[in-house]
């Protein structure tokens, strides 16, 4: 069965950071890039940051370039997504997303994390 589950989502302060985590299992962790996306209230899904395979490039979406690392462990099947200088506009759901590096049908989502950002 597959499973993407996210954590480390909460309510913090602007200025604030965060470590989200999404552990996978079910499926080849390492053979599919990951991603990080987030949606806020009336808003459409968005990318936030982007890792491939090993040895893994990494893209950002470019509200987040500067303001976030996207980093995972493959041993661990393990994505990060660590954020810093929060700002209210970051507020929205984080979801995890899995997508094979080659059969690019084959994509799984995690269920998202919360995160909002107010003082």
């Known amino acids: 069965q597959v499973r993407l589950v996210e954590s480390g989502g909460g309510l913090l302060q602007p200025g604030g950071s965060l470590n989200l985590s999404c552990a996978a299992s079910?499926?080849?962790?390492?053979?599919?890039?990951m991603s990080w996306y987030r949606q806020a209230p009336g808003k459409e899904r968005e990318l936030v940051a982007g890792?491939?395979?090993?040895?893994?490039?990494?893209n950002y979406a470019d509200s987040m370039k500067g303001r976030s690392t996207i980093s995972r462990d493959n041993a661990k099947s393990t994505v990060y997504l660590q954020m810093n200088s929060l700002k209210p506009e970051d507020t929205a759901v984080y979801y995890c997303?899995?997508?094979?590096?080659?059969?690019?049908?084959?994509?799984?989502w995690g269920q998202g994390t919360q995160v909002t950002v107010s003082s």
């Open positions: 997303k899995a997508q094979h590096t080659t059969l690019r049908t084959l994509v799984y």
């Open positions: 079910g499926f080849t962790f390492s053979r599919y890039d």
């Open positions: 890792i491939t395979i090993t040895p893994g490039r990494m």
